[in-house]
């Protein structure tokens, strides 16, 4: 009896991470397919072959410029994770550890903020931007990227929540100033949050797709990020030659994307559940 | 609200107390900023004030002051050519730009807003040093000032930078959106070339009319309902799934818990917008999943118990209204349920053990334990995540963007006539409106709206949970 269920049991959750493979194994097969287009009779390719790759990554043309896109959104990612991580550090320190006239409204003002469609703003920043000649560069998507990021600062105070006061009021009284106790006490103690926020920052960039869309509008390709790049390999003129290829890139930007997404899910899963056990 | 009102009745008797009884410095510093610095021998704080006066005044006359006087009519003079004597050439006279004056009219208000307040908190300040030095108590040099930002003072030196992105990205947009939806904006009337001016809760009254021509009234209806069907399955559907995912992984009896974890998570990992394209491909009309359909006969078997029209080859998985609303539920399963299952992990691991064991002990069954402890306490602490989850899914774009984007073409003329779709929610017919119409009025005022409906649910959700609070059931 026990036998049985334990093999039922095992039968059923294989059945389920074969559907929740499927389009991976989709992705990864068609990815390494001879045939440039979609193969609609078949689950597995014909002939198989590396070929997409090399295409890919050594024979750019107007349509598929992957290593340029590649090094575009590794740029901005860069910079507006630097940026977003500091911001959101800063500001979740500040409303955790601090207590000052202004914390309680501040806090509540972001909340209604988080309420508004985030691209509804969006107009008008583009028009902000356009004023000073910042749509269609890489400077006016970090802005956008990493400007309002204070506004996701919860997680990281959910953390710093959880680091003990006392320990804090021992290095004041030490005589420590407030910066010294967040950069030489706090901070090193919260490698964790700091991981999180590093690499979900830095992500961002990467899974991004309307905000870059609206903002490197030019049609110029060579200016585009990842996401929007691989987006416009599947128009319909472009679909049948391309699809292998579009395959090709997302399983090359899915590999490091996977590596960070797994490291940060831990960090993930602590923050959220560890913020709201404390109200 | 009283405390509000006391405090602002509080800064103004400062201000009045000051004025009065303030010296000649203080008296002075309602003209130049500085000087009741310069007369507590603070010099370079009297010169980095006296500084941004002279700035602030400068920006209130050059900028802001031709902004706000054209903030009424948002601009008079239409664009148009003007043949110039001088140059002998036909040239582009001198245009009001209304989104330009409603944007920098905006930003130019908000600056003189602040400029009055500091003018005025600079009063007290003054006033406070003057009670300082009359008392013969030490007064701060620039260096303590300045190494204050560091202690006392941190959390301005933490704050200063991300409030300054959030109100340039977030605020200020907002509010100049805020105002469009007041506003004749749209395909009409796009600056530079036209104007645009306000026209009171028209827009408003259009989102709620229906007519043969405008069917903004029809669509919103038929998208609201949609988007809160979406919202209510796609957060409870990945919600239940991913418990009970976690719960088959999780159980004692499981072998290899960390092999299907990393299985599950790694299709998560893949951006969604290649795997959400994917999908769309994998599921077309002309896509693999059909020629396999027709082969095992799943087509033909549909067709006859009615569930797809005779006249159609294939399934419409993602080109017919129902059929796509179902799988964009059933694929966004496919992306939330690993999230969850996660999240769930994390948490059914904190589970007070000795809950359960005193279950067991007390008689209970597997079923019952599930839905007096472990339910209670999932809803327990993912409950502020819940509601946060149902407001994202009102506002998620990605999903129903990459499926349906280029593929699903409404044939409802109704929709079709406010650029609506079936599958729209409210805010990719936003996005829709104002990427490929321009219409940006009714885009702003469905943001408008969006918004209401998010808040007003949030307030609603979160005052019910912390009336049932349970706070002490699992401490």
Redesign the interface.
């Given at each position: 009896m026990?036998k049985l269920?334990?093999i039922i049991?095992?039968a059923?959750?294989t059945f389920?991470?074969i559907?929740?493979?499927i389009?991976?194994i989709?992705?990864v097969c068609t990815s390494l397919s001879g045939y440039p287009g979609?193969?609609?009779?078949?689950?597995f390719p014909d002939t198989w072959t590396l070929n997409n790759y090399k295409l890919l990554l050594w024979d750019v043309d107007t349509v598929s410029q992957f290593p340029r896109w590649f090094m575009n959104t590794l740029t901005i990612a860069i910079f507006s994770c630097m940026i977003s991580s500091s911001?959101v550090l800063?500001?979740s320190?500040?409303m955790s550890c601090?207590r000052?006239n202004m914390?309680k409204p501040?806090m509540n003002l972001?909340?209604?903020?988080n309420?508004?469609?985030?691209?509804?703003?969006?107009?008008?920043?583009y028009?902000?931007l356009k004023?000073f000649n910042l749509t269609n560069s890489h400077i006016g998507l970090i802005?956008?990227y990493?400007?309002?990021?204070?506004?996701g600062y919860l997680v990281a105070k959910g953390f710093f929540d959880t680091v003990p006061v006392p320990l804090r009021e021992a290095a004041k009284l030490e005589g420590a100033?407030?910066?010294?106790v967040?950069l030489k006490i706090v901070l090193p103690l919260s490698r964790p949050i700091i991981v999180y926020t590093v690499i979900s920052s830095f992500l961002a960039p990467?899974?991004d797709?309307?905000f870059a869309k609206?903002i490197l509008n030019s049609g110029i390709s060579s200016d585009w990020t990842v996401?929007i790049g691989?987006?416009s390999m599947?128009?319909?003129t472009l679909?049948n030659s391309y699809?292998a290829r579009?395959?090709a890139g997302?399983v090359l930007?899915?590999i490091p994307?996977?590596i960070l997404?797994?490291i940060m899910?831990k960090f993930?899963?602590?923050g959220?559940?560890g913020g709201?056990?404390k109200? | 609200m009283k405390n509000i009102g006391r405090k602002i009745a509080k800064f103004f008797s400062d201000i009045g107390n000051a004025v009065v009884k303030g010296d000649i410095f203080v008296k002075l510093s309602l003209l130049i900023m500085g000087a009741g610095y310069f007369g507590r021998k603070q010099y370079i704080k009297g010169i980095i004030t006296t500084i941004f006066q002279a700035a602030a005044a400068l920006f209130t006359v050059i900028v802001a002051i031709p902004y706000i006087s054209k903030f009424s009519t948002l601009g008079t003079v239409e664009r148009e050519m003007v043949f110039n004597i001088d140059t002998m050439k036909n040239e582009v006279n001198n245009y009001d730009h209304s989104?330009?004056i409603l944007?920098f009219g905006m930003i130019g208000i908000i600056a003189i807003v602040v400029f009055v307040f500091l003018y005025l908190w600079n009063i007290i300040k003054v006033r406070e040093l003057q009670i300082l030095s009359q008392r013969g108590k030490h007064i701060n040099s620039f260096r303590e000032d300045v190494?204050a930002l560091?202690?006392?003072k941190?959390?301005i030196?933490?704050?200063f930078?991300?409030?300054l992105?959030?109100t340039?990205?977030?605020?200020?947009?907002?509010l100049?959106?805020i105002m469009?939806a007041f506003t004749n904006y749209d395909q009409n009337h796009m600056p530079p070339s036209s104007l645009f001016t306000w026209v009171g809760f028209n827009n408003f009254k259009q989102l709620f009319t229906s007519t043969i021509s405008v069917t903004f009234g029809y669509s919103f209806t038929k998208i609201l309902i949609w988007t809160l069907i979406w919202a209510f399955f796609a957060t409870f559907t990945t919600y239940i799934g991913g418990i009970l995912?976690a719960m088959?992984?999780n159980?004692k009896?499981?072998?290899a818990k960390k092999l299907?974890r990393?299985?599950?998570?790694?299709?998560?990992?893949?951006?969604?917008?290649?795997?959400l394209?994917?999908?769309r491909?994998?599921f077309?009309d002309?896509?693999?999943v059909?020629?396999?359909c027709s082969k095992i006969g799943l087509t033909d078997f549909l067709k006859t118990i009615g569930l797809v029209k005779d006249s159609l080859t294939y399934i419409p998985f993602l080109s017919d209204p129902n059929w796509a609303k179902v799988m964009i539920i059933l694929i966004n399963m496919?992306i939330g349920i690993?999230y969850l299952m996660?999240?769930a992990?994390?948490?059914l691991m904190?589970i007070p053990a000795d809950l359960k064991e005193s279950a067991k002990i007390d008689g209970a069954n597997g079923i019952q334990i599930f839905f007096k402890i472990t339910m209670p306490y999932m809803l327990f602490?993912?409950?502020?995540?819940l509601v946060t989850s149902f407001?994202a899914n009102i506002?998620n774009?990605?999903v129903i963007?990459?499926l349906t984007q280029?593929v699903f073409v409404t044939h409802n003329q109704y929709l079709a006539n406010s650029n609506a779709k079936e599958t729209d929610l409210?805010?990719t017919w936003?996005?829709r409106l104002?990427?490929e119409y321009y219409n940006?009025k009714m885009?702003?005022v469905i943001?408008i709206v969006?918004?209401i409906i998010?808040?007003t649910f949030?307030l609603f959700a979160f005052n019910s949970m912390i009336k049932g609070d349970k706070?002490e059931e699992f401490q």
């Open positions: 026990n269920n334990s049991r095992h059923f959750l389920l991470a559907i929740w493979l389009p991976i989709w992705l979609i193969n609609i009779s078949k689950f911001f800063m500001v320190y500040a601090m000052f914390r501040l972001m909340v209604i903020l309420l508004f469609p985030g691209f509804l703003s969006m107009i008008a920043v028009f902000i004023s802005l956008i990493s400007g309002s990021s204070g506004l100033s407030e910066a010294k967040f990467w899974m797709f309307i609206i996401s691989l987006y599947l128009e319909k679909i699809f579009f395959c997302g930007i899915s994307i996977s997404f797994i899910q993930y899963v602590e959220i559940t709201s056990v109200g | 989104f330009k944007l190494r560091l202690n006392q941190f959390h030196t933490l704050l930078f991300p409030f992105g959030i340039l990205f977030t605020i200020i947009p907002l100049v959106m469009v995912l088959l992984i159980d009896k499981t072998k299907w990393t299985l599950f998570i790694i299709a998560i990992a893949v951006p969604q917008f290649v795997t394209l994917l999908v491909n994998f077309a002309l896509g693999i059909n020629t396999i496919w690993p996660l999240i992990t994390g948490v904190n602490v993912t409950g502020p995540y407001v506002n774009f990605n963007y990459l280029d409210l805010v936003l996005y104002t990427q940006y885009a702003s943001g969006v918004f998010c808040a949030t706070e």
